[in-house]
């Protein structure tokens, strides 16, 4: 069974300045897939990055990053320059294979200050 | 990019009736399809995953019978809650993807209440 730990509950942030979600995962597979979804008050489902776990560059999205630490199941999400916009809950899930359902972290609400 | 549609977006009935909410992969061959739960200020918890011509895989604790999904053609995957009660209420999300390792689309969610 694998597991997903954020820690955060919510984080908070000034806009424009950089903020960093903490994830941890538990898995016993070593072919696995790793993503950070936004969830705005609309509640859809945003992707915002993903990850392949044999892949050891980190992957990047315009203002995102993640920091990908596989020895230790950690996978952290970076936003630079934060905006408005971005404020929502911020989740993390793991997947093993193509056809697998997603496993959830608990999500971190972010805020963002103006 | 690939859209799901899910249908309806917010259905209110009362107790021991039976909802259907249905989603659509409406630009791509959804092989397989998923079915998430949320209650309010909480993560989504996969109910079941759903391939094309076969029966339903239900996680742990999911009631099947309660729980009833159909995933009749590559387009549409139905959930129905039947004989609904007020602890069924919740946000229930579908999630759908094609072959190989592609990512997973979601629906925008119904919001079920049970009175």
């Known amino acids: 069974a694998q597991t997903v730990t954020q820690s955060q509950p919510e984080m908070s942030v000034q806009e424009a300045e950089t903020v960093t979600l903490s994830c941890t995962y538990d898995t016993s597979e070593s072919d696995y897939y790793l993503f950070w979804y936004k969830q705005p008050p609309s509640r859809q489902m945003i992707l915002v990055i993903r990850?392949?776990?044999?892949?050891?560059q980190n992957a990047t999205e315009n203002r995102f990053s993640v920091n990908f630490q596989k020895a230790a199941k950690s996978f952290s999400l970076k936003i630079s320059d934060s905006q408005l916009g971005d404020a929502a809950m911020y989740f993390c899930a793991t997947r093993q294979g193509g056809a697998d359902g997603l496993t959830f972290g608990k999500g971190t609400h972010l805020i963002i200050q103006p | 990019g690939a859209v799901v549609s899910q249908h309806p977006s917010w259905v209110i009935c009362k107790s021991g009736t039976s909802v259907k909410i249905e989603c659509r992969s409406l630009?791509?061959?959804?092989?397989?399809m998923f079915w998430y739960r949320q209650f309010p200020k909480q993560s989504l918890m996969l109910m079941a995953t759903s391939n094309e011509g076969s029966k339903a895989t239900y996680e742990q604790g999911v009631e099947k019978d309660k729980f009833l999904i159909n995933h009749a053609s590559l387009t549409l995957s139905t959930l129905t809650v039947t004989s609904a009660h007020p602890e069924d209420s919740s946000f229930y999300i579908c999630?759908?993807?094609?072959?190989?390792?592609?990512?997973?689309?979601f629906g925008d969610g119904t919001r079920l209440s049970i009175l």
């Open positions: 990850q392949e776990a044999y892949k050891q």
């Open positions: 630009d791509f061959q959804a092989t397989t």
């Open positions: 999630s759908a993807t094609g072959q190989g390792h592609q990512p997973q689309h």
